[in-house]
């Protein structure tokens, strides 16, 4: 039987598309942080509105963090199925949708505990369609950027998001502040958040794999470690 003997394919230079890729990551991680700080900032005044004990304030974050970690490896694992370009869009458009729906929940006189059963199934379905964002966001930098930049590229996604949780009581607090003195008394208004994250997902660059395989590259990127290039036999995205 012949064996292939030939030379492995050269990677070309990556192009700057990834920065593109490395800027919406970074816009989806912020995102993602603002979605979860501001429930915190404006939980007292939906324990107020909603005539909530502390142990139901409780159960309420206690029901995303559950999602979020039981699905944080199946979502993960979707991105390696499907891509994370689809996985990424699914994971905007559902953390779009509950946004608005947290938004949207509201006391009934008649049904005392409906706001604290909605906003429970909300919280946890908001969990689990959430997670998966930033394995996801890895798995595109392993499309898109060289073994030499990915640690940069991800330290850079975490310091947005770390960065954006920290802002976040503030604008926040300035969006609630306007709300009410516009309305006279709007429990709170997290809407924005949706629309902010879906132009975000329009604005977005494809997260598929480049094709690096020329046969006229010239420049090649080796991981010193195990002696052959970033993404070597490894299907795209």
């Known amino acids: 039987m012949n064996r292939d003997l030939s030379a492995p394919a050269v990677l070309e230079t990556p192009t700057r598309v990834r920065f593109g890729v490395l800027g919406f990551a970074c816009a989806l991680s ?5 979605d979860r700080v501001c429930f915190g900032t404006v939980a007292p005044f939906i324990q107020g509105e909603f005539q909530l004990s502390d142990k139901q304030l409780g159960l309420l974050f206690a ?5 979020y970690a039981i699905f944080e490896v199946p979502s993960g694992w979707l991105g390696d199925v499907f891509g994370p370009r689809k996985t990424l869009i699914r994971i905007v458009l559902w953390w779009s949708l509950f946004t608005a ?3 949207a929940i509201f006391p009934v006189a008649s ?8 906003m ?3 919280r946890f379905l908001f ?4 997670a998966g964002a930033y394995p996801n966001i890895a798995r595109a930098f392993h499309s898109w950027f060289p073994f030499v930049e990915r640690g940069t590229a991800q330290g850079t996604v975490w310091m947005s998001g770390r960065f954006m949780g920290g802002a976040t009581p503030l604008v ?4 609630f502040m306007e709300t009410v003195t516009a309305s ?3 429990p709170f208004g997290v809407c924005c958040f949706g629309a902010g994250s879906r132009t975000a997902r329009k604005r977005s660059p494809p997260l598929t794999r480049p094709n690096w395989t020329s046969s006229t590259a010239k420049k090649r990127y080796t991981n010193p470690r195990i002696g052959r290039s970033p993404g070597a036999g490894c299907s795209p995205a």
Do not use: H, K, N, R
């Open 172 to 175: 926040v607090t300035a969006l």
């Open 63 to 67: 029901a995303f963090a559950l999602a």
């Open 120 to 122: 429970l199934a909300v």
């Open 184 to 186: 006279g008394g709007e």
């Open 111 to 118: 049904w005392p505990s409906f706001a604290f059963l909605a």
């Open 30 to 34: 912020m995102i993602t942080y603002l």
């Open 101 to 103: 729906l947290t938004g």
């Open 127 to 130: 969990g689990m369609g959430e």
